[in-house]
């Protein structure tokens, strides 16, 4: 695990942006899974603007994204994917049928899991994996519980995190009870993960995922087993971590 402890959001955001560059450079057509959440948001700005002054090529790139809200349309301004859309698709040169998200107006969970199953699997799998944290140790949309999940699944989300997401819907009642989330399994399987946190109320999870025990409790925690894993963090968000 390699860690970068950057003095600022803005480090961070430009740090991380150079690593899914560097991917891109080297591999144009290769697949990125993508996260959402307002960590990365300097993040995808930063990339634009790599894009804008002709030093990025997105044309063959894939990707393939973490998760979604259930029973939210692709129109509705808190899904993930008109998050995707505003915050990085319709600014740069992807083209969309490369671009893959979770349904979350499947109603049906067990096709929905099945079918971006398959969407990952017939991409290849994931070479660059972008990761953010939720504040109880989540990753994607995997919550803690007591065991890891391998593929894709739809989750009930924990009360913290209807919590801490309800800063983005008008009241908590329109926050989703439900997602999909690519599992466990499938994240373990990207050949390089790049998890970016920023801000105090992700030390706790931070510390926990970098040095506790590898348990499902906090999801995070399993990229200790992960061989090529970078995490980029904004320096409160390591002040948990032994000096
Ligand atoms: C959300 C997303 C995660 C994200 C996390 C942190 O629930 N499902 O993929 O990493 O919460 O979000 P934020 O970056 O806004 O703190």
Redesign the pocket.
């Known amino acids: 695990m390699r860690l970068i402890k950057t003095k600022n959001y803005e480090q961070m955001s430009r740090q991380a942006a150079n690593i899914i560059a560097a991917q891109i450079i080297s591999k144009p057509d290769c697949v990125l899974g993508l996260?959402?959440?307002?960590?990365?948001?300097g993040m995808y700005q930063r990339l634009i603007e790599m894009y804008n002054e002709g030093d990025l090529d997105f044309s063959s790139v894939k990707t393939a994204n973490?998760?979604e809200y259930k029973g939210l349309t692709r129109d509705n301004d808190q899904s993930?994917y008109y998050f995707m859309y505003n915050n990085l698709f319709k600014h740069v040169n992807i083209n969309l049928e490369n671009t893959n998200i979770p349904n979350g107006t499947e109603p049906d969970a067990q096709k929905e899991c099945s079918r971006y199953d398959k969407v990952i699997a017939d991409l290849g799998g994931v070479d660059l994996q972008l990761?953010?944290?939720?504040?109880n140790g989540?990753?994607?949309?995997n919550e803690p519980t007591d065991h890891f999940v391998k593929g894709t699944q739809c989750v009930d989300?924990q009360e913290s995190?209807i919590d801490?997401?309800k800063r983005?819907f008008e009241d908590i009642s329109q926050v989703p009870r439900q997602?999909y989330?690519m599992g466990i399994g499938i994240i373990m399987s990207a050949k390089k993960i790049l998890l970016?946190?920023?801000?105090a109320?992700?030390a706790d999870a931070l510390q926990k995922a970098i040095l506790g025990p590898i348990t499902p409790q906090v999801p995070a925690s399993i990229l200790q087993l992960h061989p090529d894993v970078t995490i980029i963090a904004e320096e409160t968000a390591l002040s948990k971590m032994p000096k």
């Open positions: 996260a959402t959440g307002s960590t990365p948001i973490l998760d993930y990761l953010g944290l939720g504040r989540h990753i994607g949309f989300l995190t801490a997401n983005f997602a989330t970016i946190a920023n801000g109320d992700k």
